[in-house]
Nanobody, 122 residues
Framework: QVQLVESGGGLVQAGGSLRLTCVAS????????MGWYRQAPGKQRELVAR???????NYADSVKGRFTISRDNAKNTVYLQMNSLKPEDTAVYYC????????????????WGQGTQVTVSS
């Protein structure tokens, strides 16, 4: 019923920038928190940043000051601007959203995108 599609990943040199985009579509009534997670090879998935529908944000310590999360509620879209990228930022980045659908308007479920690869070369 709900799909999250990420785009914007790729290969970039250290110090470069990328902007990730995630669009939610389907039978959406409301979206609460949207966020980005990442998973590097051999590591657990970790929170990168998240943002509420009201615009409150929080970030992993490792990305503070370099990454910025934002969203467009009218477009059901969340962005992650990544600057000053480091090789340790290399991972698959996943979009996450808590969504209430039209048939269950006050129950929020957890949805995930398929992921987009970000590779930072040294």
């Amino acid at each position: 019923q709900v799909q999250l599609v990420e785009s914007g990943g790729g290969l970039v040199q250290a110090g470069g920038s990328l902007r990730l985009t995630c669009v939610a579509s389907g039978s959406i009534f409301s979206i609460n928190v949207m966020g980005w997670y990442r998973q590097a090879p051999g590591k657990q998935r970790e929170l990168v940043a998240r943002i509420t529908s009201g615009g409150s944000t929080n970030y992993a310590d490792s990305v503070k000051g370099r990454f910025t999360i934002s969203r467009d509620n009218a477009k059901n879209t969340v962005y992650l601007q990544m600057n000053s990228l480091k090789p340790e930022d290399t991972a698959v980045y996943y979009c996450n959203a808590f969504v209430a659908t039209m048939d269950r308007r006050y129950v929020y479920y957890d949805y995930w995108g398929q992921g987009t690869q970000v590779t930072v070369s040294s």
